[in-house]
Nanobody, 124 residues
Framework: QVQLVESGGGLVQAGSSLRLSCAASGRTWSIYTMAWFRQAPGKERRFVAAISRNSDNTVYADSVKGRFSIARGNNQYTVYLQMNSLKPEDTAVYYC?????????????????WGQGTQVTVSS
C-alpha cells in the first residue's frame, strides 16, 4: 500500500501564493505518476496537474496554466504544487493522487492512491 499525506493549505487573499506538499510512503516503488486534484463544495473532483516519475512530463488543467506549477522534490516521492495568483475560484479541497502507470490522466477514477486532502480558501 501507499500512503499520501498533503500539507500546506490555508486561507489566503486573492493574488497570493501557496505551496502544497504531498509526501508518499509505503510501497513507493510502485508509483509512477503523481497528480493534484481539487474538489469545491457541491462539485465534482477535478484534475489540476500531474507529473511523471522522472519529471520529464507535466500536464496542467487549462484553468491553472501559467499560475500553478507541479514539481517533485529531491526525494522523487514528494510532490509540490506551487500556486500563484490565486483566485477565489481556486477555493477547494486539494487532493494528492498517485498512479501505478506512467501515463498521466485527468480522470480521478484512474488513480490508485489518494491523500486525505488539504483545504485551500481564497478570499476576494
Amino acid at each position: 500500500q501507499v500512503q499520501l499525506v498533503e500539507s500546506g493549505g490555508g486561507l489566503v487573499q486573492a493574488g497570493s501564493s501557496l505551496r502544497l506538499s504531498c509526501a508518499a510512503s509505503g510501497r513507493t516503488w510502485s508509483i509512477y505518476t503523481m497528480a493534484w486534484f481539487r474538489q469545491a463544495p457541491g462539485k465534482e473532483r477535478r484534475f489540476v496537474a500531474a507529473i511523471s516519475r522522472n519529471s520529464d512530463n507535466t500536464v496542467y488543467a487549462d484553468s491553472v496554466k501559467g499560475r500553478f506549477s507541479i514539481a517533485r522534490g529531491n526525494n522523487q516521492y514528494t510532490v509540490y504544487l506551487q500556486m500563484n495568483s490565486l483566485k477565489p475560484e481556486d477555493t477547494a479541497v486539494y487532493y494528492c493522487a498517485a498512479r501505478r502507470t506512467t501515463q498521466a490522466s485527468t480522470l480521478y477514477t484512474l488513480y490508485d492512491y489518494w491523500g486525505q486532502g488539504t483545504q485551500v480558501t481564497v478570499s476576494s
